[in-house]
């Protein structure tokens, strides 16, 4: 099994398609064998799913991720575990001692990435800057 988790300064970070790098855990027998952190070059929504899949990465943690993602996600066999917050490896221990606090339901709905699958770019229009979503990207 191979882990992916979003990644900044040891923490889980908090919006996927901003993610400037995610950080692989390598799992046997369950065990951590192999650690890894690789940018994502700013990739961006769409492409982090085909990134994470290029890399091996079979299970993601996160924090807020939105709908399409998620659907990229599971299309390619992606298991998700959002609403994670706090350290990156914590984490990683802690879904594996079946432990790990996460919310299934949760889902980043303040941005306007995927207008081309029924986005309606929540309380504000396209382009307009809410939240630290700019978008347009």
């Not at 890894?36 to 990465?57: C, D, K, P, Q, V």
């Not at 350290?87 to 889902?107: H, I, M, Q, R, T």
């Amino acid at each position: 099994m191979k882990i992916a988790v979003t990644y900044e300064s040891g923490n889980v970070f908090q919006h996927f398609g901003h993610c400037p790098q995610f950080k692989f855990y390598t799992v046997e027998d369950g065990n951590i064998v192999k650690e890894e952190i690789i940018s994502t070059n700013g990739s961006g929504h769409g492409a982090l799913a085909g990134f994470l899949r290029l890399n091996g990465a079979t299970t993601l943690i996160c924090g807020g991720i939105g709908g399409g993602a998620r659907q990229a996600l599971a299309q390619l066999g992606i298991t998700l575990f959002p609403g994670v917050t706090g350290n990156a490896d914590e984490s990683v221990k802690a879904l594996l001692k079946g432990a790990l606090n996460f919310n299934p339901n949760f889902v980043c709905n303040h941005h306007g990435h995927d207008h081309d699958h029924g986005h309606d770019c929540g309380s504000h229009k396209c382009g307009e800057d809410k939240h630290g979503c700019g978008g347009n990207h």
